[in-house]
């Protein structure tokens, strides 16, 4: 699911070193972390700034976890609790689920636990604001969409989604990451007789099989621990509109059989209710993986591939479509040239030549980030190659390694400049980025990264950064 703004995060915990080491672990461009030392702290902070999730230790002198989780559910109920706590048990585990915290993560935790229950944190933030939205009636409109492109592969995907788009038939949409399956699944609908009502998009790679399910199919009250009231899942609330479910490749079996009598039936019973519920939603499925493979591999069920399998739509990648590459750039720098009030008029010829030329292996949304970017760090109204540094030092290492050494002594030497050039554009890159993330403020730029204030001032020195 994609994150369209930063995530807001706060740490509250009476040692300082838990603190900064969460502040560290987050250190992520789409999370601004902070941290308090007590609860009275936070709840004062959060009265003048609102947090999207809060991670709070559940043992403290002034004023405890619970008692934190119970004045946020009463004056933030948008705000995501997570506890932490290193008297870790069952039935404190039940007693912060019952009061509302959204998970539980006993001390000491790894980088990866923390990570990952801060990314599930934030894909139930995404679907809650995606139902917000489909309740308000704010998306009973045609979504707009941008196919842009000449080349034969293209045209043929977009022939592809004008065809299947009249139908209800189920499409399967195969694509490399980052090159725009949920775009093709949008285009789909738009194009549909359901394109008045609403596209729910679900990432399944992000929520563990319990989460995904609630989210779909809904549940009742009581039918778990936490479930303090009936909760309508998605297939009910988009009824006669469409569901994308992206990288479907990673759901359960468990789940692809509830999916598959779903498809057979368009009737689900929502997680500890009895009465049926039925629905008339189109179902958009996309991937990544060859889903063929892995079920002669046993790891995804063969009907339910079978069922999936009607239309399926493959998406080149940015490479199989080099005539495409400068259109899609000029169209993300007006898109970002107005989000930033900039007056870019163009790439130069040295620069679009780069674009053409680089390998893309992060595809469409690689060419996205490296167009902001340019925006980002341009002063005038041409992209030159100074603006894309990645792409030209990679080109620059590229000539290195193309060259042939003839003796170990030259070998050894261009390894050595390979390996500090590939160093030197990473950090270069890494102090931009989280400079312009940070409004050019240092001392956010080096909190946000982990780094200390004097690392991060020597790295801007070595690199000859100077703020635009």
């Known amino acids: 699911m994609t994150i369209d703004k930063t995530v807001s995060i706060l740490v509250i915990d009476d040692e300082l070193h838990i603190c900064r080491n969460c502040l560290k672990i987050l250190a992520r461009p789409h999370y601004e972390v902070e941290y308090t030392l007590n609860g009275l702290d936070a709840l004062k902070l959060m009265e003048s700034k609102p947090f999207d999730i809060v991670i709070t230790d559940l043992s403290m002198e002034r004023l405890g976890g619970m008692e934190v989780i119970a004045?946020?559910?009463?004056?933030?109920?948008?705000?995501?609790?997570?506890?932490?706590?290193?008297?870790?048990?069952?039935?404190?585990?039940?007693?912060?689920?019952?009061?509302?915290?959204?998970?539980?993560?006993?001390?000491?935790?790894?980088?990866?636990?923390?990570?990952?229950?801060?990314?599930?944190?934030?894909?139930?933030?995404?679907?809650?604001?995606?139902?917000?939205?489909?309740?308000?009636?704010?998306?009973?409109?045609?979504?707009?969409?941008?196919?842009?492109?000449?080349?034969?592969?293209?045209?043929?995907?977009?022939?592809?989604?004008?065809?299947?788009?009249?139908?209800?038939?189920?499409?399967?949409?195969?694509?490399?990451?980052?090159?725009?399956?949920?775009?093709?699944?949008?285009?789909?609908?738009?194009?549909?007789n359901r394109n008045k009502n609403v596209f729910f998009a679900v990432d399944c790679g992000t929520l563990s099989e319990e989460l995904l399910s609630s989210e779909l199919f809904g549940h009742t009250k009581g039918a778990f621990t936490g479930a303090d009231k009936d909760k309508p899942g998605i297939f009910k609330l988009a009824h006669e509109g469409t569901v994308f479910l992206d990288e479907i490749s990673n759901t359960s079996p468990e789940i692809q059989s509830r999916l598959l009598r779903f498809l057979e039936t368009r009737e689900f019973l929502p997680v500890g209710s009895t009465k049926i519920i039925k629905v008339d939603v189109r179902l958009i499925f996309a991937t990544n993986r060859k889903l063929e493979e892995m079920v002669q591999k046993g790891q995804f069920r063969e009907d339910f591939y079978y069922r999936i399998f009607v239309y399926p739509i493959v998406?080149?990648?940015?490479?199989?479509?080099?005539?495409?590459?400068?259109?899609?750039?000029?169209?993300?720098?007006?898109?970002?040239?107005?989000?930033?009030?900039?007056?870019?008029?163009?790439?130069?010829?040295?620069?679009?030549?780069?674009?053409?030329?680089?390998?893309?292996?992060?595809?469409?949304?690689?060419?996205?980030?490296?167009?902001?970017?340019?925006?980002?760090?341009?002063?005038?109204?041409?992209?030159?190659?100074?603006?894309?540094?990645?792409?030209?030092?990679?080109?620059?290492?590229?000539?290195?390694?193309?060259?042939?050494?003839?003796?170990?002594?030259?070998?050894?030497?261009?390894?050595?400049?390979i390996r500090q050039k590939a160093v030197n554009k990473v950090e270069r890159n890494f102090i931009l980025t989280a400079l312009a993330r940070n409004n050019w403020n240092i001392t956010k730029a080096s909190q946000e990264t982990g780094l200390q204030r004097t690392n991060f001032q020597a790295l801007i020195k070595k690199h000859k950064i100077s703020r635009p």
């Open 315 to 417: 998406i080149p990648t940015l490479n199989e479509r080099k005539i495409d590459i400068l259109p899609i750039a000029y169209f993300f720098l007006k898109q970002f040239c107005k989000k930033m009030g900039k007056h870019i008029a163009q790439f130069d010829e040295t620069s679009a030549n780069r674009l053409i030329e680089y390998h893309w292996p992060g595809n469409v949304r690689q060419l996205k980030n490296v167009v902001e970017r340019a925006v980002i760090l341009c002063e005038n109204t041409v992209i030159t190659l100074k603006e894309l540094p990645m792409l030209g030092e990679i080109s620059e290492i590229d000539e290195m390694i193309e060259s042939i050494p003839k003796t170990n002594e030259d070998l050894k030497l261009l390894k050595k400049k």
């Open 71 to 192: 004045r946020i559910n009463a004056s933030f109920s948008d705000t995501i609790v997570i506890v932490m706590t290193g008297y870790a048990s069952v039935s404190s585990a039940v007693e912060v689920m019952k009061m509302g915290a959204f998970d539980y993560l006993p001390k000491p935790f790894t980088p990866y636990e923390l990570r990952a229950v801060v990314k599930q944190a934030v894909a139930r933030m995404e679907l809650r604001k995606q139902q917000t939205i489909l309740i308000s009636h704010k998306t009973k409109k045609k979504i707009s969409h941008q196919l842009i492109g000449e080349s034969p592969g293209i045209k043929k995907v977009i022939k592809m989604v004008q065809k299947v788009a009249a139908t209800d038939a189920n499409v399967l949409v195969y694509g490399e990451s980052g090159t725009g399956k949920e775009l093709i699944a949008r285009a789909v609908h738009a194009n549909s």
